[in-house]
């Protein structure tokens, strides 16, 4: 059974901006390093995703050793849990699954309903596969009558909100 377990945090609210460099002792030094010479923002997103993803393996005594495929994308070495992250505003989404998943979120005008619905579900998809944008030309065939993603002869499943 795939459980799918989906986490909303607005930094915002939590008055993290103005003290987020105090949870970088939370954080390895190649955690830091990688995001300090972001923007104040997306050192913000990244240590809001990073600190969700190791309070919930610590929760659930999951041992977190991550890693990234040739690709960029996170991975556990012992595929306890499975997780994405997506950000836009103050907003951070993070997915937590038994199998693999990927999720996007964008913040959206009215006028563009159909755009980002086409363009989150490609990037998701794309997230989920591990590959990123990096297979933008590969052939697959969405149906959203269905929510299925027809890929290398399998099918995706994708839920929009």
Same mark, same amino acid.
């Given at each position: 059974?795939?459980?799918?377990?989906?986490?909303?945090?607005?930094?915002?609210?939590?008055?993290?901006?103005?003290?987020?460099?105090?949870?970088?002792?939370?954080?390895?030094?190649?955690?830091?390093?990688?995001?300090?010479?972001?923007?104040?923002?997306?050192?913000?997103?990244?240590?809001?995703?990073?600190?969700?993803?190791?309070?919930?393996?610590?929760?659930?005594?999951?041992?977190?050793?991550?890693?990234?495929?040739?690709?960029?994308?996170?991975?556990?070495?012992?595929?306890?849990? %499975?997780?994405?992250?997506?950000?836009?505003?103050?907003?951070?989404?993070?997915?937590?699954?038994?199998?693999?998943? $990927?999720?996007?979120?964008?913040?959206?005008?009215?006028?563009?309903?159909?755009? %980002?619905?086409?363009?989150?579900?490609?990037?998701?998809?794309?997230?989920?596969? $591990?590959?990123?944008?990096?297979?933008?030309?590969?052939?697959?065939?969405?149906?959203?009558?269905?929510?299925?993603?027809?890929?290398?002869?399998?099918?995706? %499943?994708?839920?929009? %909100?």
């Amino acid at each position: 059974m795939n459980n799918i377990n989906i986490y909303l945090v607005n930094y915002q609210n939590l008055n993290f901006v103005q003290n987020y460099q105090k949870y970088f002792k939370y954080l390895s030094k190649k955690e830091i390093n990688k995001i300090k010479n972001n923007a104040v923002l997306d050192q913000v997103r990244s240590i809001v995703g990073l600190l969700f993803i190791k309070g919930f393996a610590a929760k659930n005594n999951f041992k977190l050793n991550l890693q990234k495929n040739k690709y960029g994308k996170p991975y556990l070495i012992d595929k306890n849990f %499975y997780f994405n992250i997506s950000h836009s505003n103050e907003i951070t989404v993070i997915g937590i699954s038994n199998n693999d998943l $990927g999720i996007d979120l964008e913040y959206i005008e009215k006028e563009s309903l159909t755009f %980002y619905k086409d363009w989150t579900t490609k990037e998701s998809f794309f997230k989920l596969i $591990g590959k990123g944008l990096s297979m933008y030309n590969d052939k697959y065939e969405i149906n959203f009558d269905n929510n299925q993603i027809l890929y290398k002869n399998k099918n995706y %499943y994708f839920k929009n %909100y």
